[in-house]
């Protein structure tokens, strides 16, 4: 019975290509414009109200030199941690679940896809703002 219903879901989510679907950077892309009003990314990225997010992905946490990151991220930094895409997904899902004294006034993407796409966009990026 389990088994089936498992064999079901699989065959329901590769037939709407939601779940097996590969990253879209062009669609992450577009996500990012919700991003702008505080990050930049790409060659040419400055401090805004947050850091820059050039080579976010696979960074420590409160790696951009010359920004006041918030304690939790300073903290994080502190134990090594990472932003690796997991982490991101979590973090960019609602930023107050890893943060919760943290700057970052932003309710989150909820969508899944959405956010898969956009650290698939930013994955794309070297720490100097070029891309890979």
């Known amino acids: 019975m389990i088994r089936?219903?498992?064999?079901?879901?699989?065959?329901?989510?590769?037939?709407?290509?939601?779940?097996?679907?590969?990253?879209?950077?062009?669609?992450?892309e577009t996500t990012f414009k919700k991003c702008m009003a505080c990050h930049a990314i790409g060659p040419d990225a400055k401090v805004k109200v947050g850091?820059?997010?050039?080579?976010?992905?696979?960074a420590k946490w409160a790696h951009f030199e010359g920004y006041a990151y918030s304690a939790d991220i300073k903290d994080g930094a502190a134990a090594g941690k990472v932003w690796d895409e997991a982490t991101l997904d979590n973090y960019i899902s609602n930023?107050?679940?890893?943060?919760?004294?943290?700057?970052?006034?932003?309710?989150?993407?909820?969508?899944?896809?959405?956010?898969?796409?956009?650290?698939?966009?930013?994955?794309?990026?070297?720490?100097?703002?070029?891309?890979?």
């Open 51 to 58: 850091p820059p997010l050039n080579g976010i992905v696979g």
């Open 4 to 28: 089936a219903a498992f064999v079901s879901a699989l065959l329901l989510a590769a037939a709407t290509g939601s779940a097996l679907a590969d990253p879209d950077v062009a669609k992450g």
């Open 95 to 132: 930023p107050k679940v890893l943060a919760p004294k943290g700057k970052m006034a932003f309710a989150g993407v909820k969508n899944d896809d959405e956010r898969k796409d956009l650290i698939a966009f930013l994955a794309q990026f070297n720490a100097d703002g070029s891309k890979k």
